[in-house]
């Protein structure tokens, strides 16, 4: 045989076995997943902007028309679905809102300061900040913050919208805020490629209730860990749960019960035992029959509460505090043992006392609050400034706590608020049931307007003082 | 690495001289082993069927290429006629995201078993080395394996185990042999064949159990090189 044919022979036996090495079908042999913060959909989701106009007649339609002010920017909505991690660190996808003012006013075009915004609970699977036809929270953020020239970035958290998580991961704080940073990431590599108006490096973080615990968890994380790639301009946490541990030992052990605990608290055990693994055996250790068989996957759902109820998946009470007793959500055992549980534990991880933030803060809510009790708030307050770092926590009942965005505004504030809560029991006839009215309006319908407005305020204020 | 491989085969392809020329007697049989690459270029509706609604132009998926060791068999029966079949090392291919899923990169990966038979026409010795031929066949693809991967569990909700129908289908190719000896050839081929499959998964969530699906054409072509031993 020749030597050219023994060269020949020899290179294609080799490459016969080379061949067979690469491109196994084993797991080892996967592409790695997209990065974290990575863009896989962004989309302009309104036809038209929505217009000046449009957002002036939504805000007045609520009475909030004084509050928001007039809007200066039409809004573009758009959206972004992205890649991030799930409290495993495994790939997962969720999606982002992402309203970028628009049209010929001074505040809306070029680089706008951005407004990263975290979302209160909800149980719909289907929630969208960007539906902002149908989205409460979503059109009230748009009309306070983007039609004032911020870019908002308000992500719908894991579990909600596209994101195929099974579950949420509620009220965890650093899972959260990874969920957060990723939004913003996406969000910012979308609009750099994508449109006209794009993010300044300034950052604003809020959020209200749960999103006010994100926010917070947020802020920390990103001055921790995130420092060379964003710098937080200030933070305005709203209505959170900030001081999670001593929230569930009031509820668990002395009571009062919280407005919303029976959706919480499922929210709370399947969060904390997708995270960390221990916190039942079984579902039946937490919940009583027959709210064990399903409360685990319970939320988030595409059914309503009510349909819930007659489902018997939760206590039908319309208070949603029937945690304890005969009928309630959750076991005896579940209450005695809370001391010492990794439930608790769970909660003292998840509690934002004992860091200092750097950036400026501005808390507030209601002192009266059922839903999310206001010691969250000045718990936290008291806590910064021990170590020096002094925060205003904003009470809306009390114009004194809002002496420090000015007289004027503190005296507006309170006195709209009062307004505002006598006008709700005035419209549930008084006494009695105009005080209910009051309650169960309190936390989610009349506390947020006007700590937005606050917290806006706040914001325009810092910016205004910095180059 | 692919593209090096074809470059040093066809190089020491290119710096044959002086090979024996000998036509394939009657009743020759012949094994050969070699190296497959498989170009796909798939085309695929969007995936249809579940909750979570893209926007346009859907989600859809991609097939990547592979590269095996190719192995098989040929029966010259008349002057100018062989029979063959092709076998190999089943390859993988990696599924990728496409459409608005572009950027998920890879969602899943098949490994497949693609024999062929083919009936092949020789054309005598056109060259003193190269005797050209045409072949005709039927294929049938079993996908044996078939995985989701975390990537793709992320984007359809959860744990997703994927089917893939086999196929039959009609395969053709080109190529020509050299002849070193009367034992020793090489031969080269180019092979288009028909392979259609209906793609389905089945993902796991609170709400049972979701399906998509897709039609796939993977429209392959296969380019093989190989060392024949004759007896």
């Given at each position: 045989m020749n030597s050219q044919f023994k060269l020949a022979s020899l290179t294609l036996a080799a490459a016969a076995m080379l061949s067979a090495?690469?491109?196994?079908?084993?797991?080892?042999s996967d592409d790695p997943p997209?990065?974290?913060?990575?863009?896989?959909l962004g989309v302009?989701?309104?036809?038209?902007p929505v217009t000046k106009a449009q957002i002036d007649a939504g805000t007045a339609a609520k009475g909030i028309g004084a509050l928001a002010g007039a809007a200066q920017c039409d809004v573009e909505i758009r959206y972004v679905y992205y890649s991030t991690r799930d409290p495993q660190g495994v790939i997962a996808m969720a999606s982002t809102a992402v309203f970028v003012p628009t049209g010929?006013?001074?505040?809306?075009?070029g680089n706008r300061p951005v407004v990263l915004y975290a979302h209160g609970t909800t149980t719909?699977?289907?929630?969208?900040?960007?539906?902002v036809d149908k989205n409460a929270e979503g059109s009230l953020v748009m009309a306070f913050y983007a039609a004032q020239g911020f870019i908002v970035v308000a992500p719908n958290y894991l579990?909600?919208?596209?994101?195929?998580?099974?579950?949420t991961t509620y009220l965890n704080a650093e899972q959260s805020a990874i969920e957060m940073v990723d939004g913003l990431r996406a969000a910012k590599t979308y609009l750099n490629a994508d449109s006209a108006v794009k993010p300044s490096a300034k950052l604003l973080i809020a959020g209200y209730s749960q999103g006010g615990h994100v926010a917070m968890a947020t802020q920390k994380a990103i001055e921790r860990d995130y420092a060379s790639e964003f710098t937080v301009t200030a933070a305005a946490p709203m209505?959170?749960?900030?001081?999670l541990v001593k929230f569930g030992d009031v509820i668990t052990t002395t009571g009062p019960i919280n407005a919303g605990a029976t959706l919480f608290l499922p929210l709370m055990l399947t969060s904390y035992q997708k995270a960390y693994?221990?916190?039942?055996?079984?579902?039946s250790d937490v919940y009583q029959s027959p709210y064990d068989k399903t409360a685990?996957?319970?939320?988030?759902?595409?059914?309503t509460l009510t349909q819930l109820i007659q489902d018997g998946k939760?206590?039908?009470?319309?208070?949603?505090?029937?945690?304890?007793?005969?009928?309630?959500?959750?076991t005896d055992s579940f209450r005695a043992g809370y001391a010492a549980s990794n439930y608790r534990k769970a909660l003292q991880t998840n509690t934002l006392l004992g860091w200092t933030p750097k950036a400026p803060v501005a808390l507030c809510g209601g002192a009266n609050d059922p839903t999310v009790f206001f010691f969250n708030t000045t718990d936290a307050q008291a806590d910064f400034a021990s170590r020096g770092k002094a925060v205003p926590a904003s009470n809306l009942e009390s114009a004194a706590s809002m002496q420090w965005a000015g007289a004027t505004t503190a005296a507006t504030i309170a006195g709209g608020f009062a307004q505002a809560k006598a006008a709700t029991s005035a419209a549930a006839g008084g006494g009695a049931a105009g005080a209910a009215a009051v309650q169960g309006a309190y936390?989610?319908?009349?506390v947020p307007p006007f700590c937005n407005a606050l917290a806006r305020g706040f914001f325009q204020s810092v910016l205004a003082a910095q180059p | 690495m692919n593209k090096k491989i074809t470059l040093i085969l066809a190089a020491s392809l290119m710096a044959l001289a002086g090979a024996a020329s000998a036509e394939t007697a009657v009743g020759t049989h012949t094994v050969y082993l070699g190296l497959a690459h498989i170009d796909v270029n798939s085309k695929a509706a969007p995936l249809e069927g579940g909750t979570k609604q893209f926007p346009a132009p859907g989600a859809q998926i991609r097939v990547g290429d592979a590269t095996t060791t190719g192995f098989g068999y040929t029966y010259r029966f008349a002057p100018r006629w062989s029979g063959e079949i092709a076998l190999g090392i089943p390859p993988s291919h990696k599924i990728y995201g496409n459409g608005?899923?572009?950027?998920?990169?890879?969602i899943a990966v098949v490994r497949q078993m693609p024999p062929t038979v083919f009936i092949n026409y020789h054309l005598g010795e056109?060259?003193?080395k190269v005797e050209p031929f045409v072949g005709v066949g039927v294929n049938y693809t079993y996908f044996e394996k078939k995985r989701s991967t975390p990537t793709g569990d992320a984007i359809s909700g959860g744990p997703t185990r994927i089917t893939l129908e086999n196929s039959w289908g009609a395969a053709a190719h080109v190529g020509f042999t050299v002849h070193y000896t009367k034992q020793w050839s090489l031969t080269a081929t180019a092979a288009y064949a028909d392979v259609r499959s209906q793609m389905r998964s089945y993902t796991t969530t609170n709400n049972g159990t979701e399906e998509l699906h897709t039609k796939i054409n993977f429209r392959p072509m296969v380019y093989t090189m190989s060392l024949g031993y004759s007896f």
């Amino acid at each position: 045989m020749n030597s050219q044919f023994k060269l020949a022979s020899l290179t294609l036996a080799a490459a016969a076995m080379l061949s067979a090495c690469g491109g196994g079908s084993s797991a080892a042999s996967d592409d790695p997943p997209p990065a974290r913060g990575a863009v896989q959909l962004g989309v302009v989701a309104s036809t038209t902007p929505v217009t000046k106009a449009q957002i002036d007649a939504g805000t007045a339609a609520k009475g909030i028309g004084a509050l928001a002010g007039a809007a200066q920017c039409d809004v573009e909505i758009r959206y972004v679905y992205y890649s991030t991690r799930d409290p495993q660190g495994v790939i997962a996808m969720a999606s982002t809102a992402v309203f970028v003012p628009t049209g010929t006013g001074a505040a809306c075009s070029g680089n706008r300061p951005v407004v990263l915004y975290a979302h209160g609970t909800t149980t719909d699977q289907t929630f969208n900040m960007a539906q902002v036809d149908k989205n409460a929270e979503g059109s009230l953020v748009m009309a306070f913050y983007a039609a004032q020239g911020f870019i908002v970035v308000a992500p719908n958290y894991l579990g909600y919208d596209r994101s195929g998580l099974q579950y949420t991961t509620y009220l965890n704080a650093e899972q959260s805020a990874i969920e957060m940073v990723d939004g913003l990431r996406a969000a910012k590599t979308y609009l750099n490629a994508d449109s006209a108006v794009k993010p300044s490096a300034k950052l604003l973080i809020a959020g209200y209730s749960q999103g006010g615990h994100v926010a917070m968890a947020t802020q920390k994380a990103i001055e921790r860990d995130y420092a060379s790639e964003f710098t937080v301009t200030a933070a305005a946490p709203m209505s959170g749960p900030y001081n999670l541990v001593k929230f569930g030992d009031v509820i668990t052990t002395t009571g009062p019960i919280n407005a919303g605990a029976t959706l919480f608290l499922p929210l709370m055990l399947t969060s904390y035992q997708k995270a960390y693994g221990n916190i039942y055996a079984s579902p039946s250790d937490v919940y009583q029959s027959p709210y064990d068989k399903t409360a685990e996957t319970l939320f988030p759902t595409k059914s309503t509460l009510t349909q819930l109820i007659q489902d018997g998946k939760l206590p039908n009470d319309p208070t949603f505090t029937k945690l304890f007793g005969t009928g309630g959500l959750l076991t005896d055992s579940f209450r005695a043992g809370y001391a010492a549980s990794n439930y608790r534990k769970a909660l003292q991880t998840n509690t934002l006392l004992g860091w200092t933030p750097k950036a400026p803060v501005a808390l507030c809510g209601g002192a009266n609050d059922p839903t999310v009790f206001f010691f969250n708030t000045t718990d936290a307050q008291a806590d910064f400034a021990s170590r020096g770092k002094a925060v205003p926590a904003s009470n809306l009942e009390s114009a004194a706590s809002m002496q420090w965005a000015g007289a004027t505004t503190a005296a507006t504030i309170a006195g709209g608020f009062a307004q505002a809560k006598a006008a709700t029991s005035a419209a549930a006839g008084g006494g009695a049931a105009g005080a209910a009215a009051v309650q169960g309006a309190y936390h989610g319908t009349l506390v947020p307007p006007f700590c937005n407005a606050l917290a806006r305020g706040f914001f325009q204020s810092v910016l205004a003082a910095q180059p | 690495m692919n593209k090096k491989i074809t470059l040093i085969l066809a190089a020491s392809l290119m710096a044959l001289a002086g090979a024996a020329s000998a036509e394939t007697a009657v009743g020759t049989h012949t094994v050969y082993l070699g190296l497959a690459h498989i170009d796909v270029n798939s085309k695929a509706a969007p995936l249809e069927g579940g909750t979570k609604q893209f926007p346009a132009p859907g989600a859809q998926i991609r097939v990547g290429d592979a590269t095996t060791t190719g192995f098989g068999y040929t029966y010259r029966f008349a002057p100018r006629w062989s029979g063959e079949i092709a076998l190999g090392i089943p390859p993988s291919h990696k599924i990728y995201g496409n459409g608005v899923i572009k950027n998920a990169g890879q969602i899943a990966v098949v490994r497949q078993m693609p024999p062929t038979v083919f009936i092949n026409y020789h054309l005598g010795e056109y060259f003193t080395k190269v005797e050209p031929f045409v072949g005709v066949g039927v294929n049938y693809t079993y996908f044996e394996k078939k995985r989701s991967t975390p990537t793709g569990d992320a984007i359809s909700g959860g744990p997703t185990r994927i089917t893939l129908e086999n196929s039959w289908g009609a395969a053709a190719h080109v190529g020509f042999t050299v002849h070193y000896t009367k034992q020793w050839s090489l031969t080269a081929t180019a092979a288009y064949a028909d392979v259609r499959s209906q793609m389905r998964s089945y993902t796991t969530t609170n709400n049972g159990t979701e399906e998509l699906h897709t039609k796939i054409n993977f429209r392959p072509m296969v380019y093989t090189m190989s060392l024949g031993y004759s007896f």
